[in-house]
C-alpha cells in the first residue's frame, strides 16, 4: 500500500503576483470613478501670536461619503495614519516634526482605491484594508495601500497649501477636494 503524500502548494513569485493582479486590473470595473464630491477646507489663523488651525469637510451630494486621513511630510511623502476621532477628539500625534494632515474621501460610491506596494494589485472597498487580497501582504496601515492618484493628490494638495516647513498658509485654504481612487 502506497502511502499519499501532500504536498503545500508553493507561494507565487512576485512575477506571477504582478500578472495577476495586472489581469484583474484590466477589468472595466476598477477605471477611475468620480470622488464623492467631498470638500476639505483648513482655516488657518494666527491668533495672541500662536497659530490656530481648524479643519472642516462637507458633503452635499446624494450619495454615500467617508473619508480618512494621513499624515505627510511637506514634499507629499505619506508617513502614517492619522486616527480621527469624533468633534474635538485630538489626532494621534505625527511620526516625523512638521508632517502635514491629508484627507482622502471616498468615491462616489462609497469606496477607497487601495494598492499594494508589493504586488501593485488594485482593489476597491468600503473600509479599511491591512492585508493585500493577491499577494497577503500586511501593512502597518492605510498609508502604505494608497493608490498613485490618492498620493499625487496629497503632493498636489501640500504644494498649494503650506507656506514653508512646518507653516499652513494663513487664512482660509481654498476648498480641496479627496481623492477616492
Known amino acids: 500500500m502506497l502511502g499519499v503524500q ?27 470613478i468620480g470622488h464623492s464630491g467631498g470638500t ?36 507629499g511623502i505619506v508617513v502614517d495614519d492619522i486616527a480621527l476621532g469624533g468633534i474635538g477628539a485630538p489626532w494621534n500625534a505625527p511620526p516625523v516634526p512638521g508632517c502635514f494632515p491629508v484627507f482622502v474621501s471616498s468615491d462616489s460610491s462609497g469606496m477607497f482605491g487601495a494598492e499594494c506596494p508589493v504586488c501593485h494589485g488594485y482593489w476597491r472597498s468600503r473600509h479599511s484594508s491591512l492585508v493585500c487580497p493577491y499577494c497577503a501582504f500586511q501593512s502597518r496601515g492605510r498609508f502604505q495601500f494608497l493608490t498613485q492618484a490618492q498620493r499625487k493628490y496629497g503632493r498636489a494638495l501640500l504644494l498649494n497649501s503650506i507656506q514653508g516647513p512646518g507653516v499652513w498658509r494663513t487664512g482660509r485654504v ?8
Do not use: M
Not at 472642516?56 to 450619495?63: A, D, E, K
Not at 481654498?174 to 481612487?181: P, Q, S, T, W
Open 40 to 75: 476639505v477646507t483648513f482655516s488657518v489663523k494666527v491668533i495672541d501670536g500662536r497659530l490656530a488651525d481648524q479643519v472642516g469637510w462637507s458633503h452635499s451630494r446624494p450619495n454615500g461619503a467617508a473619508l480618512f486621513a494621513v499624515y505627510a511630510l511637506p514634499q
Open 6 to 32: 501532500r504536498c503545500r502548494p508553493r507561494k507565487p513569485c512576485r512575477r506571477e503576483l504582478q500578472s495577476r493582479a495586472a489581469q484583474v486590473n484590466d477589468r472595466k470595473e476598477f477605471q477611475e
Open 174 to 181: 481654498r476648498h480641496l477636494h479627496g481623492c477616492g481612487g
